[in-house]
């Protein structure tokens, strides 16, 4: 397997999941939570992502041809469902509901965290490409493995975001909550625009 296109993978990947800017997310979407409730989430989130992104990497274009689904559809439904994760964080909705129920069944760990924010429509996108251009299933097999070192820094950025939590104290946490709230609202409606776009519908979306 060409290291060179092992290489671009691994940046592409990188770049598309983007660990680092995910930790401040977590902290968000876990506000509250004790460090062992914490790396339950991280961990789940991070094996859920891996999983989804190894289907798609290997049955993905397959599935989507089948039942007629397409990538644009994806970062389109992907869009929506981030949205509604970005009010949740700019009106403070999860403070009331996470009152009134246990810590377990208050779990972003497959929704928001695995999916999209990891395994977004770019990150499943990426990997029915990246596993279209690799030569043979040493190659299908490197790709995975460096998928697994992505999503394996993404999991460690969660499990040090407490850290930058104790840093920015409660008043900073709840500036950035909202703030990356709004940043989420933006990024789910240029997912949305740029499925459009795909379909010829958008022409914004650059």
Not at 77 to 102: K, S, V, W, Y
Not at 146 to 158: E, G, I, N, Q
């Amino acid at each position: 397997m060409d290291t060179s296109f092992l290489i671009t993978a691994f940046v592409t990947l990188l770049v598309v999941i983007d660990p680092i800017a995910l930790a401040p997310l977590f902290i968000a979407l876990t506000k509250g939570a004790d460090d062992e409730h914490r790396r339950a989430v991280a961990i789940r989130a991070a094996l859920v992502a891996v999983g989804l992104l190894t289907a798609f990497g290997l049955l993905g274009e397959a599935v989507l041809t089948f039942v007629g689904i397409s990538i644009p559809a994806f970062r389109i439904a992907g869009g929506i469902l981030l949205f509604l994760t970005a009010l949740d964080m700019l009106f403070e909705r999860r403070t009331p509901r996470r009152q009134n129920q246990h810590a377990n069944t208050s779990d972003p760990s497959v929704f928001p965290l695995a999916m999209p924010l990891i395994a977004g429509p770019g990150a499943m996108a990426t990997m029915i490409l990246l596993v279209g251009e690799a030569d043979g299933w040493t190659g299908v097999l490197s790709i995975h493995l460096v998928m697994v070192v992505v999503v394996t820094l993404a999991c460690l950025s969660f499990l040090t975001a407490g850290i930058m939590e104790r840093l920015l104290g409660e008043t900073g946490i709840n500036v950035t909550t909202r703030l990356l709230g709004m940043l989420l609202a933006a990024l789910s409606v240029q997912f949305v625009l740029d499925g459009l776009a795909s379909f010829g519908l958008a022409t914004l979306a650059g």
